[in-house]
C-alpha cells in the first residue's frame, strides 16, 4: 500500500476531511468551523500567517474575518503576501473600509500570484484605525502556543507570528528569522 487515498477512499472517511474547495476556497488556514474565538488586533503591528501551498493556485485574493467592524478612519491599513524569505510579493490597496464594515473580508492583490505545492508564504495583516481597531475570528479558541507547535522551532516556521509593530505600510521586505509569536494570534485567514 503507498499510503495515499484513492478518491472512492477519501470521499468515504468518516468523518470526511474538510478541504478548503468545500468553502469555495483555494486555501485556508483551518475550516471555517474552527473559527470559535475574536481577539482585537493592535495598531501597527505586522501579523503573519505562514503556509505551506497544497496545489497549484494562482492567488488573486486574501480572505480574513471581521467579527467586530473597527471604527474611524484608516492611516494605514493593507494585506499582503509574503515570500519564505520575507519580500513583499504583492499588497493591497487600504483595506480601512472593509475592517469598518465587518464580516468576510476579501482582499485584492495588486498583482495575483501563482503558487506552487510545497511553497511557503505569509499572509499579512496591517490594521491600523483612528478610533477602535478591528476584532478579528480567531481558530481554535485562541490557543496560539499550540497553533505554533512544534514549540522551540525556528521564528520562521512560526504558523501565527508578528513581524514588526508601529508599521503605516507593509514593508517591502521582512526577516522571517525575526518573527515572533508574542502578540500574534491565529488568524483565520484563506485566498480565493
Same mark, same amino acid.
Given at each position: 500500500?503507498?499510503?495515499?487515498?484513492?478518491?472512492?477512499?477519501?470521499?468515504?472517511?468518516?468523518?470526511?476531511?474538510?478541504?478548503?474547495?468545500?468553502?469555495?476556497?483555494?486555501?485556508?488556514?483551518?475550516?471555517?468551523?474552527?473559527?470559535?474565538?475574536?481577539?482585537?488586533?493592535?495598531?501597527?503591528?505586522?501579523?503573519?500567517?505562514?503556509?505551506?501551498?497544497?496545489?497549484?493556485?494562482?492567488?488573486?485574493?486574501?480572505?480574513?474575518?471581521?467579527?467586530?467592524?473597527?471604527?474611524?478612519?484608516?492611516?494605514?491599513?493593507?494585506?499582503?503576501?509574503?515570500?519564505?524569505?520575507?519580500?513583499?510579493?504583492?499588497?493591497?490597496?487600504?483595506?480601512?473600509?472593509?475592517?469598518? +464594515? *465587518?464580516? =468576510?473580508? @476579501? &482582499?485584492?492583490? $495588486?498583482?495575483?500570484?501563482? %503558487?506552487?505545492?510545497?511553497?511557503?508564504?505569509?499572509?499579512?495583516?496591517?490594521?491600523?484605525?483612528?478610533?477602535?481597531?478591528?476584532?478579528?475570528?480567531?481558530?481554535?479558541?485562541?490557543?496560539?502556543?499550540?497553533?505554533?507547535?512544534?514549540?522551540?522551532?525556528?521564528? +520562521? *516556521?512560526? =504558523?501565527? @507570528? &508578528?513581524?514588526? $509593530?508601529?508599521?503605516?505600510? %507593509?514593508?517591502?521586505?521582512?526577516?522571517?528569522?525575526?518573527?515572533?509569536?508574542?502578540?500574534?494570534?491565529?488568524?483565520?485567514?484563506?485566498?480565493?
Amino acid at each position: 500500500m503507498s499510503g495515499v487515498l484513492t478518491p472512492a477512499q477519501f470521499a468515504n472517511l468518516d468523518p470526511p476531511i474538510w478541504e478548503p474547495s468545500d468553502s469555495t476556497l483555494l486555501e485556508a488556514i483551518s475550516d471555517t468551523g474552527m473559527m470559535t474565538a475574536t481577539t482585537l488586533l493592535v495598531a501597527g503591528t505586522l501579523y503573519l500567517m505562514r503556509m505551506v501551498t497544497k496545489r497549484t493556485a494562482t492567488l488573486t485574493n486574501l480572505e480574513w474575518f471581521t467579527s467586530t467592524a473597527g471604527a474611524g478612519a484608516s492611516t494605514g491599513s493593507f494585506s499582503g503576501l509574503y515570500s519564505a524569505a520575507g519580500v513583499l510579493l504583492a499588497g493591497s490597496a487600504d483595506i480601512g473600509a472593509q475592517l469598518v +464594515a *465587518g464580516n =468576510r473580508l @476579501s &482582499v485584492p492583490l $495588486t498583482t495575483p500570484q501563482l %503558487l506552487i505545492p510545497g511553497q511557503v508564504t505569509y499572509r499579512a495583516l496591517l490594521c491600523n484605525l483612528a478610533t477602535t481597531q478591528a476584532t478579528m475570528a480567531v481558530v481554535a479558541n485562541n490557543n496560539t502556543i499550540r497553533f505554533n507547535t512544534p514549540i522551540g522551532g525556528p521564528s +520562521a *516556521g512560526l =504558523r501565527a @507570528s &508578528v513581524n514588526g $509593530t508601529g508599521l503605516v505600510a %507593509l514593508p517591502a521586505n521582512i526577516t522571517p528569522a525575526n518573527n515572533v509569536q508574542a502578540g500574534a494570534f491565529p488568524l483565520w485567514t484563506a485566498s480565493t
